[in-house]
C-alpha cells in the first residue's frame, strides 16, 4: 500500500521533482488575470503547447499551491482556474486535494484526494469519487485506509504528460455537471478515443502501479496511431481500444498489458477475450517487450495478434502496421 509523505523536508523534496518533471515542458510565460470563485488577480501563468495546458505554482504561508486550466490564454485576459492540485507544506491536511506517496519501492506518487473547487453546484467530491476514470489506490493516509486517484509516477519521464491528462479529465469532469448542451448532443454518437471515460473507478490490485499509470497514456498514444493509419479509435468498457472502418465497423480490438509478467498478460487477454469476437474481428495485445515463450503457442491457438509497444522519449510507439 502506498504510503503518504507528511515530513516535511520530504514533502519539500517532492514537490522539488513535481515541479522539475513540469518545467521542461513549459514553453512560455503569459500575464493574465486569474480568477477563482470570489476573487482576483495578476499572474504570470506558464504555457504548455506540447501538453496544451497552462500551469500556475506558488508558495503560500499554509500549502504549495499549483493552479491548472486547458488551452492557451489570451495575455491579459480573465483565466480561470480549472484544476488545483495542492499540496500541505507538512503532516496530513485532507483539506487539500494533493499528497504525495511513496511504494514500498521508494517510488514517489502523486495523489489527489478528489476535492473540487469551482463555486458551482454539482461541482466536488462527490462528483469525483462517482465520476473520475483513472488509476486509484488505497493509502496510508496518516493512519487512516484512503482511496486517491493516483495522478502520476514522479520517477516517470511520461510524469508531465501523466499530469496534463489528469487536468483534461478534472475539466471535463466539471464540464459534466454543467446542464447538456442540445447541440452538442447532435454528436455523441460519433465514434472517438474518450481518455475521460478510460480507467478504473475504484481501487484495483495492480501488480506494479508506476506501469498502471502509463497505461492511459499507452492507449492515448495507439489511438493517435490508429488514426494515422486511417481509422477510427474508440474506447468502451469492453477493451482498452477498438480500430474503426470508414463504415462504422469495428475491425480490431486492443488490450495493453502493463509489463510482461504472467498475471498482467492474463489480464489483458481475459479483457480481449470476453469483450466478444467475431469473424472479421483482429485481437491485438500490446505488450512492452516480446512475447514470453510460454505464451506464444497459447496466443496463437486464440488468434491473438501481438503488438510491441516501445517508449520513445515519454511517448510510446508501435511496431507493425494494423491489419
Known amino acids: 500500500m502506498l504510503k503518504i509523505l507528511t515530513d516535511e523536508a520530504a514533502i519539500r523534496g517532492s514537490y522539488r521533482r513535481f515541479i522539475r518533471g513540469l518545467r521542461p515542458s513549459l514553453d512560455e510565460r503569459i500575464p493574465v488575470e486569474l ?7 495578476r499572474a504570470r501563468i506558464a504555457w504548455s503547447s506540447r501538453l496544451g495546458i497552462w500551469a500556475y505554482t506558488k508558495k503560500t504561508a499554509g500549502k504549495y499551491w499549483n493552479a491548472f486550466g486547458v488551452g ?19 503532516g496530513i491536511d485532507r483539506r487539500i486535494g494533493g499528497a504525495f506517496a511513496k511504494d514500498g519501492s521508494g517510488r514517489l506518487f502523486v495523489l489527489h484526494r478528489g476535492k473540487l473547487g469551482g463555486g458551482r453546484r454539482g461541482v466536488g467530491k462527490s462528483l469525483f469519487e ?17 482511496a486517491a ?20 479529465k478534472v475539466v471535463r469532469l466539471k464540464e459534466s455537471a454543467a446542464p447538456p448542451d442540445p447541440q452538442l448532443e447532435l454528436g455523441l454518437g460519433e465514434v472517438r478515443f474518450r481518455e475521460e471515460e478510460y480507467g478504473g473507478k475504484e481501487p484495483a490490485c495492480e501488480t506494479d502501479l508506476a506501469a498502471a499509470c502509463e497505461r492511459s497514456l499507452v492507449v492515448r498514444d495507439l489511438a493517435d496511431a ?5 481509422y477510427g479509435a474508440a474506447n468502451d468498457d469492453r477493451w ?27 489480464a489483458a487477454v481475459g479483457r480481449l477475450v470476453l469483450g ?11 505488450l512492452p517487450a516480446g512475447v514470453p515463450a510460454e505464451y506464444e503457442e497459447r496466443l496463437r491457438l486464440l488468434n491473438i495478434e ?12 508501435f511496431d507493425g502496421r494494423i491489419q
Open 72 to 90: 492557451r490564454p489570451r495575455a491579459k485576459a480573465s483565466v480561470p482556474m480549472t484544476c488545483e492540485v495542492n499540496f500541505p507544506l507538512q
Open 276 to 286: 466478444g469476437t467475431g469473424s472479421a474481428l483482429r485481437l491485438h495485445l500490446a
Open 149 to 168: 486517484a493516483v495522478i502520476g509516477c514522479l520517477n516517470s519521464p511520461s510524469f508531465a504528460r501523466q499530469m496534463a491528462q489528469f487536468v483534461r
Open 226 to 230: 490508429l488514426k494515422k493509419q486511417g
Open 130 to 146: 462517482e465520476r473520475y476514470r483513472g488509476t486509484w489506490a488505497f493509502a496510508d493516509d496518516g493512519g487512516v485506509e484512503t
Open 306 to 317: 501481438v503488438l510491441v509497444c516501445r517508449r520513445q522519449g515519454d511517448r510510446t510507439v
Open 35 to 41: 480568477s477563482h470563485p470570489g476573487a482576483s488577480f
Open 240 to 266: 482498452d481500444l477498438s480500430a474503426v472502418d470508414g463504415r462504422g465497423e469495428i475491425r480490431a480490438a486492443f488490450a495493453v498489458a502493463d509489463t510482461a509478467s504472467p498475471a498482467d498478460i492474463q
